[in-house]
């Protein structure tokens, strides 16, 4: 993290049969409620590269924040410098483009320097949920 850029690096585990294709994250500077619904689409972020993470596998998830003007900045920097819990949420789908999934992140800091990523809601979008 910088005057300039944050950058927000995710170690993911893909527990289905099919490969997960990240396409878009949103972050906010805040932990949201379990209860509250997922981020509107048209905010989220696309990946400036494709993201693959391979069946019943690890990946990984990487996202910038370059513009200090971006009115997230300010937040995700502060939650960064004072360490306190913000959340990422995360759009992929399967190799087609179908079965789009997303699913919520909470980034809690742990000890030292080091941060705790931990998947706190899932939500289909292409199908009904099952809740």
């Not at 819990?85 to 999934?101: A, I, W």
Request: hydrophobic letters at 35%; aromatic letters at 10%.
């Amino acid at each position: 993290m910088g005057d300039d850029a944050i950058y927000l690096v995710l170690s993911l585990r893909n527990v289905g049969s099919g490969i997960a294709v990240l396409d878009r994250w949103c972050v906010y500077g805040e932990l949201l409620p379990g209860d509250a619904g997922h981020g509107d689409l048209a905010t989220f972020r696309r990946l400036t590269r494709d993201l693959y993470v391979p069946p019943s596998d690890r990946g990984f998830w990487q996202g910038a924040l370059r513009d200090p003007s971006d009115p997230v900045f300010d937040s995700v920097r502060e939650a960064i410098k004072d360490r306190r819990r913000f959340t990422v949420e995360l759009l992929y789908s399967d190799h087609e483009g179908g079965q789009r999934m997303m699913s919520r992140f909470v980034i809690t800091p742990g000890r030292e320097d080091r941060w705790i990523g931990v998947s706190s809601r899932h939500w289909n979008l292409d199908r009904p949920e099952p809740r």
